[in-house]
């Protein structure tokens, strides 16, 4: 079955950018989706199909996808912006959807 | 307003099933899929499953299999999503999600359903 691999925890200083990586075997022929969940809340979408942006959503917020390795990124990090983020991809081979372990964005 | 509103919380013993609703408003419900997502305390999301609203086609994760089924009912607009022979190890948050047709992304999603499987 398809693996997406994110790291635990990414920490970042207010103002600055936070990268969140999500690899996976030639990711870059898939379609990435990110979502951003606070503690006690649904996940929400951030980021779909690599790096488009639903309404409503800051920005900020820019999503790429190439390779083994797609990125969320986050300009201008806010404290508002701490959260747990996991990106997610359909597997065609299974017709699975499949989310990332997840990882958690501290605001310093 | 899109709004996917879930039952509420339950608590189950082991062997026992659960059954837990979604319902759709503020859109045209067949014109989206639902996936359910669970996440287990402290975890982070494990995907269910899939339904088509409007054939009725599923797909279950294989992890599942033989112990979920969703179903849908159009007349409510109104996603379900039952699971049996529980074990305490499905205690968790579960989620729906809607899915536009050509996607697999969750656009929006419940409120969550906490369901504790305890003896």
């Known amino acids: 079955s398809y693996v997406l691999t994110q790291p635990p925890s990414v920490s970042v200083a207010p103002g600055q950018t936070a990268r969140i990586t999500c690899g996976g075997n030639?990711?870059?022929?898939?379609?990435v989706h990110w979502y951003q969940q606070k503690p006690g809340q649904a996940p929400v979408l951030v980021v779909y199909?690599?790096?488009d942006r639903p309404s409503g959503i800051p920005e900020r917020f820019s999503g790429s996808n190439s390779g083994n390795t797609a990125t969320l990124t986050i300009s201008r990090v806010e404290a508002g912006d701490e959260a747990d983020y996991y990106c997610?991809?359909?597997?065609?081979?299974?017709?699975?959807?499949?989310f990332g372990g997840g990882t958690k964005l501290t605001v310093l | 307003q899109v709004q996917l509103v879930q039952s509420g919380a339950e608590v189950k013993k082991p062997g026992a099933s659960v059954k837990v609703s979604c319902k759709a408003s503020g859109y045209t419900f067949t014109d989206y899929g639902f996936s359910w997502v669970r996440q287990a305390p402290g975890q982070g999301l494990e995907w269910m499953g899939w339904i088509s609203t409007y054939t009725g086609n599923t797909v279950y994760a294989r992890i599942l299999q033989g112990r979920v089924t969703m179903t849908t009912d159009t007349s409510t607009s109104t996603a379900y999503m039952e699971l049996r022979s529980l074990r305490s190890d499905d205690t968790a948050v579960y989620y729906c999600a809607r899915e536009p047709s050509n996607s697999s992304r969750g656009d929006y999603w419940g409120q969550g359903t906490l369901v504790t499987v305890s003896s």
């Open positions: 997610q991809v359909w597997d065609g081979s299974s017709d699975h959807r499949v």
């Open positions: 030639n990711i870059g022929s898939k379609s």
């Open positions: 199909d690599d790096s």
